[in-house]
Structure formats: structure tokens, C-alpha cells
């Protein structure tokens, strides 16, 4: 039986004339990879940013392990378990990649200490082996503005991760990567989220990315639910390749 992380239910919210939630109900399931697909403005990113906080519903609920989180603080629901990747990369640019991870930890854990090096952190070797997970620890010491997009979009996750969340949700997670590139960038984050046990729920334009990783698809459209199934089972609806694919 699935078990329920996330429920949405009945998200209401505008923008001046714009609906950009009309009714949503929708529940993630605990060890899921879920992909959100949709025209642009249909409402993706507002999904993300009313789960994480960021925005208020005007009407309707998010419930995260049973708990309601709809007027929780971003900071707070954080720490409930909820992390965050954006479409372009948040991480401290004049910082090198370890330390980007182990400012997370110190976040995570509450105890930054401007006074103590952050390579004294008992959190390193941690902070190490994530970077292992996903082929990064050659870049421990790299300067993030010395990355290539494609690794820094890696570092930006391993980030999130390291805040040790149940539920990852990402904003296009291989936006701005050569083709060559974004199926080996997606192979090492879905390893990297098995290997931690974390649920994710991505948004999507690419769909041979949804195709290939993800175990259902949500179709948004002008603030709706359009449709949730399977891959090839969503995929394959003449309204979603009209409405959504443009074929």
C-alpha cells in the first residue's frame, strides 16, 4: 500500500487576474519520483513555492506527514523535512562546493559558529561521502563559480540533500544542461535519491526526462489537474500531447 507524504487539497490562489491554483488535489507518495508538466504559467512553480512556503493558498491545505504546513514559514518547513532545488542554482558562489554542503549542515543542525572553520565541522566527512554519491568529491574543493552549469545544477542538490530531507522537490532539474549531459546528471540523481531514501517530485519540460524517470506524471494546466498517471499512460493522452506537447 502507497503511503501518503504530501496532500494538497483544494489550493486556491491568484495574481491579479490570473488563477494559478484552481482547485488542486494531489498527494505524493512516500519513495515516489513524480513529474509536474504543463504549459508555461500553468501553475507549476506556484505548486512548489505554496508546498515550501514561499506562498500562502487563499484557500485550501498542504499536509506534510499528516501535518499541516500551509502557514508554516519556508525556514520551518525546512526543517520538517522538506528541501528545495530552484531552476537556477542557490548556492555561495565565492564559497568552494564542501563548504556549500557544510554551511547546509550547519543549518540543518542549527549550530553555525562564525568563529569555528567550517573544514572543523564534524559534519566533513558527511559532507564528503554525499559528494561521492554523486561523482563530485574530485570538486570538494573547486570554487563554485569555476563549475560548468551541469555540476553546479549537481552541487545545488547534493546541497538539499545534505539538509537530510523525506521529500526533494526540484524546479527543472537539467534546465540550462547540454543534451549530452542531462541523462548523466538525472542517472546520478536518482541514485543519489534512492540511495538516501528521499521522495522527489520534479518539474518538467523535457519529456523524454519524464519518460525515462519518472514513476507518475501530474499534467497542470491553467491552474488545474489535468491528469495523473503513469508515464506512457499520460503521455500517450491525445488532450495531454495537444495541450502540453504541442502535437
Known sequence: MSVTLLEA???????????????????VFSGERLAIIGPNGAG????????TGYLTPSAGSVRFGGRDITAMAPRAITRMGIARAFQSPQLFHEQCVIDNLLL???????????FRPLRERPEHD?????????GLADHAASMVNELPEGTRKLVDIAVALALQPQLLLMDEPTSGVSSLEKFRIMDLLVKALAEQGVTSVFVEHDMEMVERYADRVAVWNSGRIQSVGAPDQVLADPSVMRDVIGV
Open 44 to 51: 507549476k512553480t506556484t505548486f512548489l513555492n505554496i508546498c
Open 104 to 114: 547546509a549542515a550547519a543549518a540543518r543542525e542549527r549550530a553555525w559558529n562564525p
Open 9 to 27: 487539497s483544494s489550493l486556491h490562489i491568484s495574481f491579479g487576474g490570473v488563477t494559478a491554483a484552481d482547485g488542486i488535489d494531489l498527494e
Open 126 to 134: 558527511e559532507m564528503l561521502a554525499l559528494l561521492e554519491l554523486f
